[in-house]
């Protein structure tokens, strides 16, 4: 009986002398929970009871954490060791220059001169042609062609070749009273002539018009210069010196000089006509007074140029 009491005892009395955590094991569920803060503090075991894989998370986040800040410093360090090595300094000054050189552009200027030369045209182009008119088709259409074959011939004569003469317009049409009948038809052929011996181009008309009679017609003369090459070359010798000019001065006044061209357009302009009087140096036609005057070949360039700064 004692033995029963003592052992039924004494595991407790034991437990209080003993180890405590021995007691905490051995006091069951209430015992653990009403010394939370004991137990939690003492005991690993109830610690890992109550919350299980804390330790191992907390533990982990301390340990990334870690490895950020040491890997900012280390990296810190190595941008700073990098830029103030010679190679990196090499690279950032190739980078600006090749920035610098591909946004900046030199300065330029624009401008445009203007060339004008007067030559003596040697070349006359006009319009001729025979205009007839019969009570039927075939009629007019016949003698039409009669007076341009004598035309021809008589532009021959003159000295124009058949090569230079070219059918410019040709019609054959009805004529029609007011009440829409036919009365007869009128036929027209008219040639395009271009005469290089101006000397002679008043009698070359003059023998035109008496051949043809009363259907002649004429029209549309005008003068031009048959090799223009030598005037043209003038005119832009002198529209360049005026836009090298111009150019000068203007980067003078800003404190610059000129330097390469950039880009030049040019423009040709001829046609335009100067007449004078019978005293001038050009051939006088005999025949029908015709005067040739003088024309104009005209030039201009816009010319663009480099800017520099003066030495």
Do not use: W
Request: aromatic fraction near 2%; avoid cysteine.
């Amino acid at each position: 009986m004692n033995e029963d009491r003592v052992n039924g005892l004494e595991p407790g009395v034991l437990s209080g002398q003993g180890d405590p955590a021995q007691a905490s094991l051995s006091a069951g569920p209430e015992q653990t929970v009403s010394g939370a803060s004991t137990s939690s503090l003492s005991s690993p075991v109830g610690v890992h009871e109550r919350r299980p894989g804390f330790t191992a998370r907390a533990a982990g986040i301390v340990g990334v954490a870690a490895l950020v800040v040491v890997g900012s410093i280390v990296g810190a360090a190595a941008l700073s060791s990098a830029s103030s090595s010679p190679r990196s300094t090499n690279l950032k000054a190739v980078l600006t220059t090749s920035h610098d050189a591909s946004t900046a552009s030199p300065p330029t200027i624009t401008v445009t001169g203007s060339g004008v030369v007067e030559g003596t045209p040697d070349t006359a182009t006009f319009d001729v042609g025979v205009v007839t008119t019969s009570p039927t088709a075939v009629e007019a259409l016949e003698q039409n062609n009669a007076q341009v074959a004598t035309l021809e011939q008589s532009l021959e004569q003159s000295g124009v070749q058949l090569k230079d003469m070219q059918t410019s317009y040709l019609n054959l049409s009805a004529n029609t009273n007011s009440k829409g009948k036919v009365r007869n038809f009128t036929a027209e052929d008219d040639l395009s002539v271009t005469m290089n011996d101006l000397s002679n181009l008043g009698q070359a008309l003059d023998a035109a018009v008496t051949a043809t009679g009363n259907g002649v017609t004429l029209s549309g003369i005008s003068f031009s210069i048959s090799n223009q090459s030598a005037l043209l070359a003038s005119a832009r010798a002198q529209a360049m010196q005026a836009a090298n000019t111009e150019a000068t001065q203007v980067a003078a006044g800003g404190g610059l000089t000129l330097g390469p061209i950039v880009s030049i357009t040019d423009q040709e302009n001829a046609g335009q006509y100067v007449y004078y009087n019978l005293n001038a140096a050009a051939p006088v036609a005999t025949g029908v007074p015709v005067q040739a005057g003088q024309q104009q070949i005209s030039v201009q360039v816009t010319v663009v140029y480099q800017l520099v700064a003066s030495s």
